[in-house]
């Protein structure tokens, strides 16, 4: 099965500065990779997902690449700000008939103001 | 949309006893997740449904963890007996794979689960 490895688990930045989360997997049959976002005390929502079709995605602050070739991919927040803080989770699996992803452990990341 | 719901949202039950999660997925949504979040291990897929039928069950812990999905729009996960081991919060997530390409999986609030 999959296995998404995710680095690092606690991230520090300072406000107005960028912050990378970086995400390995296993299995090279993987085409959807997601990212979720998790406050405080609330459920995880997806912030950006990249399809192995393309190497890179951005909306607005948030951005996405993907290197099929590495198995790598990582998301970049420019320009952070504090709502920015929250737990961040890196999934990849198939997309399609059979949906199933596999989590990546979370990096939490801290925006210092 | 209401989006995905789930009660009880916080349980508290002693060793022994039975525990039911209940869950209604977003309307039309034809995939519905369960997972398992704890500080040790992260989030974890415990089953998965497609058109009510369970496709993985490998995240089961044990015989202990029941799921079904009677109809599209319900689905329980039975926790029977519960251990102190199983508290955690229990999300379930529903997704449309109706032959569109987005996969998004909607989370719902959670339930927090703690066994004394």
């Known amino acids: 099965g999959e296995n998404v490895e995710q680095h690092p688990s606690t991230l520090s930045v300072q406000e107005g500065d960028s912050a990378v989360i970086k995400c390995t997997y296993s299995d090279s049959a993987s085409n959807y990779f997601p990212w979720y976002k998790q406050e405080l005390g609330k459920r995880p929502q997806l912030i950006i997902d990249i399809r192995s079709n393309v190497g890179e995605k951005k909306d607005q602050r948030i951005a996405v690449t993907l290197n099929k070739t590495a198995k790598h991919f990582s998301l970049h927040i420019t320009e952070t700000q504090p709502e920015d803080s929250a737990v961040y989770f890196c999934?990849?699996?198939?997309?399609?008939?059979?949906?199933?992803?596999?989590f990546g452990t979370g990096t939490k990341l801290q925006v210092i103001p | 949309d209401a989006g995905v719901i789930q009660s009880p949202r916080h349980e508290v039950t002693e060793m022994g006893q039975e525990v039911t999660l209940r869950c209604k997925p977003i309307s039309g949504h034809n995939s519905l997740f369960w997972y398992r979040q704890t500080m040790m291990r992260g989030l974890e897929l415990l089953i998965y449904?497609?058109?009510?039928?369970?496709?993985?069950d490998s995240g089961m812990p044990e015989d202990r963890f029941s799921a079904k999905m009677p109809n599209a729009s319900f689905s329980t996960l039975k926790i029977q007996p519960s251990e102190p081991r199983d508290s955690a919060v229990y999300f379930c997530?529903?997704?449309?794979?109706?032959?569109?390409?987005?996969?998004?999986?909607?989370f719902g609030p959670g339930t927090r689960l703690t066994v004394l």
């Open positions: 999934a990849g699996g198939t997309s399609g008939g059979y949906q199933k992803v596999t």
């Open positions: 449904f497609n058109n009510n039928v369970p496709i993985d």
């Open positions: 997530a529903s997704s449309s794979n109706s032959g569109r390409v987005t996969d998004t999986q909607y």
